[in-house]
């Protein structure tokens, strides 16, 4: 299978007024992240907030995700969930929309041990004909894939890959060493320059919502040669990022979304709204490097 590159937004899940999945926005947001040059979309991530959302309605958004790109990008539907039975589920109607690939964090809260987070992944790959892409993403789930773990999970040649969102960089350069076959993608949007530089060439991130072109950007000033340009459009989206942080990185995203006429609901409780001065200050930055 072709190898994924270039640029993957983490898609965010819009909400209309009474909390329920907004179709239209879905469509209006591909649109948007489209027209920036895009390669595909991770769909039910943490961005997406998946673990705030039903079984069905995983399935709507992904659905409506697939009708709105229509054949335009790559489509990674994330199923993460703790049982391996759910999981096959949720994979076996992803494959029948016809997405590029699925991924998964692994199950999480039990103590499982490597063994049987190598069978689930495995589980998972023997489920559907479309390859999988494991998750490793050590702060959100608690769990830490050493080298080792990967090499395991790699030998299962229906396993085509991993999102690295972690900032083991050393480990990031070892297995694209190791596996140059194997699409990796980077998935802290402020270490994207960081991983191009040990040869990452793919993405998946949440700030690509909203401000993808600056990644593109950076991206194609890489394939160039020409790396202090690159960290120059770096440091203008590390400016995004670190105000983000300080107002909670999802509840910022779908902030900036709206500041950009892309009114995409709150995130659900129990995530609280933005004040306003928290708004403000992102506005601000927002304004200060190029993204409105």
Request: aromatic content about 10%.
């Amino acid at each position: 299978m072709e190898k994924f590159t270039g640029i993957f937004p983490a898609l965010i899940t819009p909400f209309d007024k009474d909390g329920r999945i907004d179709a239209e926005m879905v469509e209006r947001v591909v649109e948007s992240c489209l027209a920036k040059g895009v390669n595909g979309f991770y769909v039910g991530g943490s961005t997406g907030e998946s673990y705030l959302l039903t079984a069905e309605e995983r399935r709507y958004m992904l659905e409506q995700v697939v009708k709105a790109v229509d054949g335009r990008g790559r489509i990674i539907a994330n199923i993460g969930v703790f049982a391996t039975a759910q999981g096959i589920e949720l994979a076996k109607h992803a494959e029948s929309l016809g997405v590029s690939a699925i991924s998964s964090v692994p199950p999480f809260y039990f103590p499982f041990n490597m063994d049987e987070y190598v069978q689930y992944y495995n589980d998972l790959a023997e489920s559907v004909s479309v390859p999988v892409i494991i998750y490793n993403i050590p702060a959100m789930s608690g769990i830490t894939f050493k080298t080792s773990d990967i090499e395991r999970f790699f030998t299962n040649d229906k396993i085509i890959g991993m999102k690295h969102t972690s900032y083991d960089l050393f480990q990031l350069q070892r297995v694209l060493e190791e596996y140059p076959e194997k699409s990796v993608f980077c998935g802290h949007d402020e270490l994207f320059l960081s991983a191009a530089a040990v040869g990452v060439q793919a993405g998946i991130g949440s700030t690509f919502n909203f401000m993808a072109e600056k990644f593109v950007k950076i991206q194609k000033l890489v394939s160039e040669n020409r790396w202090t340009e690159a960290q120059s459009v770096q440091n203008e989206a590390n400016a995004v990022i670190e105000a983000l942080c300080k107002v909670g990185v999802f509840k910022g995203v779908k902030a900036a979304l709206k500041l950009q006429g892309l009114d995409c609901g709150e995130c659900r409780k129990p995530f609280q709204p933005l004040h306003e001065s928290q708004v403000q200050m992102l506005r601000n930055v927002l304004e200060e490097n190029g993204c409105l």
